[in-house]
């Protein structure tokens, strides 16, 4: 039983035992890749500013820079999807990592020759390697089971919390080793960014084999075998086809959108009610510390309780959070919890959200549907992120958070409408929330099932 195209390679065999064993050994890759990627993105993202200011000339376009990273993280995520749909998650990410790649060596070369528009053709390469980051968390969910499927999502994002740390205090050294030579030392965490992304794209290529989706897909039962779709069409029309995907994909945007939005202007409120450089920091990092660090828990409630009930809980959270931050004026310590209040929320929400988005779509759909949320969550993002700037100049940082926090109606709202309306089906139900401990096709009798492709 097989979807795959057959490579001419031996097809290895692949049997119930052996899924948890394959299962580990995925998320183990998975994990090590997102340590290193999530370490190449922030190294040299934190200076994209000032290296847009210098070639530039002006600190006008100093924001165009991490824009342009934005948008080609966005722009990558269809082309990429629909690459993992025919070929498999491992060319995927090695393309997206090797992109990424070729995007800081443009960067360095356009900031040794001050050529602005080249940097930001750099930048949006360079983008392609968030998209690999991001896509990173679905490939993770390929193999394993319906009731883990969210903690496996978790784990892959709390892996982010290394780099996230990591990178930034990297910065200063890696613009140090290129002092005395014609490279700007801005541009030098550019440099080390290519080698990680390289070096992270040679370790998928490597080791993420089987791959997790292609063995996925021939292990599927007959009913979820069917022709891929590649392209926005096919994302867009499976969504269309259930409630919950719907559901999913708008809890993945709003909650990145509202957390976005609301971070990139919390500095500059900070900055107005006194606050130093060193505490504006401190904020910042426990903000990351609650996207990234307690993801497990996230996802362990989504696979415990629901994932709709952790859809409500990230409403909630990011409520709240908005209310503090709004609220809080030279109140640094409110802010400071508002702040991590709201990097809860947007883990809560990525967390439930991505698995509910897997759950609720067809085998041969999922990674077209995957590449339309990011396409959609960073597009989203990137247009929330653009108009805080506007409304915290003509309403202040408080209105801002109430518009945050009034995006997360509608998700609220489709999420009580979906649980009413469209439960999950009975015969998926076994007592574990609203999604159930259903019982996987993995966890039938695939004993001596050929995977066909997966080493291609």
Known sequence: MSAAPDTGRP??????????????RTSGVLIASQVLGGIGVPISIALAPVLATEVSGTEAMSGLASTAAVIGTALVSLPLAALMTAR?????????????????????????????????????AFGAASSANLQSRFAAADLAAPDHRARAISLVVWASTIGAVLGPNLSAPASRSFAGTSIPQTAGPFVWAAAVFLLTGALIAVLLRPDPLLTARALASPGEQGRAGHSLRAGVAAVKASP????????????????????????????????????????????????????????????????????????????????????????????????????????????????????????????????????????????????????????GYGWLNAIGAALLLPMAALALFTARRYPAPAKDLKGAGDEGRVTDVQDTDVKGTDVKGTDA
């Open 244 to 395: 919950r995907a719907r559901l999913a994909l708008l809890t993945v945007a709003v909650s990145h959108t509202t957390m976005v939005s609301i971070m990139v202007m919390t500095p500059m409120d900070l900055s107005h009610h006194g606050a130093g450089l060193e505490l504006i920091g401190l904020v910042i990092s426990v903000h990351i510390a609650g996207m990234f660090a307690f993801s497990p828990v996230m996802g362990w409630l989504a696979d415990r309780l629901g994932r709709l009930s952790v859809i409500g809980l990230a409403a909630g959270l990011l409520s709240v959070a908005a209310l503090l931050a709004g609220t809080a004026g030279p109140h640094h310590g409110r802010t400071t919890l508002g702040l991590f209040l709201l990097g809860l929320g947007w883990s809560a929400g990525m967390v439930s959200g991505s698995a509910l988005l897997t759950d609720s779509v067809p085998q041969p759909a999922r990674a077209a549907v995957q590449g339309l949320s990011d396409l959609t969550m960073n597009t989203a993002a990137g247009v929330g992120g653009a108009a805080s700037g506007l409304v915290m100049a003509q309403a």
């Open 88 to 124: 498999g998650r491992r060319p995927g990410l090695v393309l997206a990592y090797a992109i990424g790649a070729a995007g800081a060596c443009l960067v360095v070369l356009a900031a040794t020759i001050k050529n602005f528009p080249l940097l930001l053709l750099g930048m949006a």
């Open 11 to 24: 097809a290895p065999a692949v049997s119930a035992a052996d899924l948890p064993r394959l299962q580990r």
